[in-house]
Structure formats: structure tokens, C-alpha cells
């Protein structure tokens, strides 16, 4: 099983409001798309103090096959979503990892 995890730094005072909408509208959405088989929210607790709230966002593939595809088709997209509504507001990056 492969595991797409993306962090998520989130400026602390839109924390609250970038979770639920993560939770209520963008994991579903992705979800929708019936690539992901599973997904996590985490929530980072050996944080810095870096002015953030640290989420790690976790969908699982079970092939490299659906997730390529769903990286190359729809990802972006899914991204530019969470730009438009907090644009300058976090920083994320993803990894790519095998559940063994």
C-alpha cells in the first residue's frame, strides 16, 4: 500500500477553520474522486514554535498505478483549492511512502 502524505503548516489563528474545512470539504472531495482507498488526519504534537499548527494529511493507494494517475489528473487541482482559500497563509509539502 502506498501512503501520499502531505504536511500542512498552518498559521495558528486560521488552524481551526483550515482543519474543519479539511475535514468537512477537501478530504471528501478527494475522496469522491475514488482513488484513495483510506485517508488520516494527523495532527503534529512535538511542535516548534514556529507561529503554526502542523497537520499531516494521509491518503492511501492501493497500487502506484491509482496514484499516478491521481497525482497527474487531479492532485493540482485539489491543491489549488486549498490556495485560493489560504493562500500565504501555510506551507506544506508531500512524501510519497510504502506501508511494509
Known amino acids: 500500500m502506498l501512503i501520499h502524505n502531505t ?5 495558528t489563528q486560521y488552524s481551526e477553520g483550515f482543519i474543519n474545512w479539511m ?8 475522496m469522491q474522486s ?9 495532527k503534529l504534537l512535538t511542535e516548534l514554535d ?3 499548527v502542523t497537520y499531516s494529511i494521509q491518503f492511501s493507494y492501493d497500487s502506484s498505478d491509482g ?8 492532485w493540482d487541482d485539489f491543491q489549488a483549492t486549498i490556495d485560493k482559500r489560504y493562500a500565504g497563509k ?10 511494509i
Open 50 to 52: 514556529n507561529g503554526g
Open 34 to 42: 475514488g482513488f484513495p482507498k483510506e485517508f488520516k488526519i494527523l
Open 67 to 74: 496514484f499516478v494517475v491521481f497525482e497527474n489528473e487531479y
Open 90 to 99: 501555510y506551507a506544506s509539502f508531500s512524501t510519497l511512502l510504502e506501508e
Open 7 to 11: 504536511t500542512y503548516i498552518i498559521e
Open 23 to 30: 475535514r468537512n470539504t477537501f478530504v471528501p472531495n478527494v
